[in-house]
């Protein structure tokens, strides 16, 4: 068997189709729609075997920035790493991500991912380690006099796609204590994918929300908008009168307000590969719209 390691090839009709079709195959997830509406850039880029005209095995690195306490750092997300059943125990995820760790080593501050607990001996083997992150919520009371100005986006229509493609190139960060830039492309593939029901449009802060209320529970994924708006304003449009537990699926920009506690999943591990872990700050959670 010989097999041939290529990389960026999006362009490519044919080899895009065989990714997207591993893809569906291990993760039922697929990478067309993304394509085809223009958010697959440049900082997605696919490390892959192909046998003949077949992707067998990929291992993706996404060029991003982190934004720790007002310090950048440039850092690789790995992401999508993936073997054909055919294909495996023959080393390819390995020689993937070897290849990976090469081309950027010298280019950027960190790598890290999110990988499944049952391969948690694979990514140590490459000197990643497990890092804890911390969960953020707050409890407010809502007047919530404003939440019928507010509407669900529909990604059928170019009109609302607009808006978030408007807003995702020039959206402002949500915290200065530990932010991740350079996410257009993300966070347009967790708005396809991810979170399509979701999607809300307030037009009064030009401000798209993504949302889900479970009682007196708020989940609030992200807020993406041009200049940054206080929670207490944002909360307003999004539920009726009442008090309500706000829990944000980032790192706040006052962490210092809000309740913390460890984050704890079975779903993944955080794991960090670092030049110098003292650059990795103490508190913070990864914004869920920036995972790869």
């Given at each position: 068997?010989?097999?041939?390691?290529?990389?960026?090839?999006?362009?490519?009709?044919?080899?895009?189709?065989?990714?997207?079709?591993?893809?569906?195959?291990?993760?039922?997830?697929?990478?067309?729609?993304?394509?085809?509406?223009?958010?697959?850039?440049?900082?997605?880029i696919?490390?892959?075997?192909?046998?003949?005209?077949?992707?067998?095995?990929?291992?993706?690195?996404?060029?991003?920035?982190?934004?720790?306490?007002?310090?950048?750092?440039?850092?690789?997300?790995?992401?999508?790493?993936?073997?054909?059943?055919?294909?495996?125990?023959?080393?390819?995820?390995?020689?993937?991500?070897?290849?990976?760790?090469?081309?950027?080593?010298?280019?950027?501050?960190?790598?890290y991912?999110?990988?499944?607990?049952?391969?948690?001996?694979?990514?140590?083997?490459f000197?990643?380690?497990?890092?804890?992150?911390?969960?953020?919520?707050?409890?407010?009371?809502?007047?919530?006099?404003?939440s019928?100005?507010?509407?669900k986006?529909?990604l059928?229509?170019?009109?609302?796609?607009?808006?978030i493609?408007?807003?995702?190139?020039?959206?402002?960060?949500?915290?200065?204590?530990?932010?991740?830039?350079?996410?257009?492309?993300?966070?347009?593939?967790?708005?396809?994918?991810?979170?399509?029901?979701?999607?809300?449009?307030?037009?009064?802060?030009?401000?798209?929300?993504?949302?889900?209320?479970?009682?007196?529970?708020?989940?609030?994924?992200?807020?993406?908008?041009?200049?940054?708006?206080?929670?207490?304003?944002?909360?307003?449009?999004?539920?009726?009168n009442?008090?309500?537990?706000?829990?944000?699926?980032y790192?706040?920009?006052?962490?210092?307000?809000?309740?913390?506690?460890?984050?704890?999943?079975?779903?993944?591990?955080?794991?960090?590969?670092?030049?110098?872990?003292?650059?990795?700050?103490?508190?913070?959670?990864?914004?869920?719209?920036?995972?790869?």
């Amino acid at each position: 068997m010989e097999l041939k390691m290529i990389s960026d090839y999006r362009h490519n009709a044919l080899y895009r189709e065989s990714f997207n079709a591993l893809a569906r195959k291990i993760f039922w997830i697929d990478f067309e729609k993304w394509y085809e509406a223009g958010f697959w850039n440049d900082r997605y880029i696919c490390f892959s075997f192909l046998d003949r005209d077949q992707v067998v095995a990929n291992v993706s690195a996404n060029l991003l920035s982190w934004v720790v306490q007002g310090k950048q750092l440039n850092v690789i997300q790995i992401g999508t790493v993936m073997t054909h059943p055919d294909y495996r125990k023959k080393g390819l995820a390995s020689q993937l991500m070897q290849q990976v760790l090469k081309t950027y080593e010298d280019r950027c501050d960190l790598f890290y991912l999110f990988g499944e607990p049952s391969v948690k001996s694979f990514y140590e083997s490459f000197g990643f380690k497990p890092i804890q992150e911390t969960c953020f919520h707050t409890e407010l009371k809502v007047n919530g006099e404003s939440s019928s100005c507010i509407r669900k986006l529909n990604l059928s229509e170019p009109r609302d796609m607009d808006i978030i493609r408007s807003l995702a190139a020039e959206r402002a960060p949500l915290s200065g204590k530990f932010w991740v830039e350079h996410t257009q492309s993300l966070l347009a593939w967790h708005l396809l994918n991810v979170y399509p029901e979701e999607i809300y449009y307030i037009e009064q802060l030009n401000a798209i929300v993504l949302f889900k209320v479970e009682g007196e529970n708020v989940h609030l994924y992200d807020v993406v908008c041009r200049n940054h708006v206080p929670l207490e304003e944002v909360m307003e449009y999004l539920v009726p009168n009442g008090t309500y537990k706000v829990n944000v699926h980032y790192t706040p920009a006052q962490p210092s307000d809000y309740n913390r506690e460890p984050f704890v999943t079975d779903d993944y591990i955080f794991f960090v590969k670092a030049k110098d872990e003292r650059m990795l700050p103490v508190e913070f959670f990864h914004p869920v719209t920036a995972h790869a």
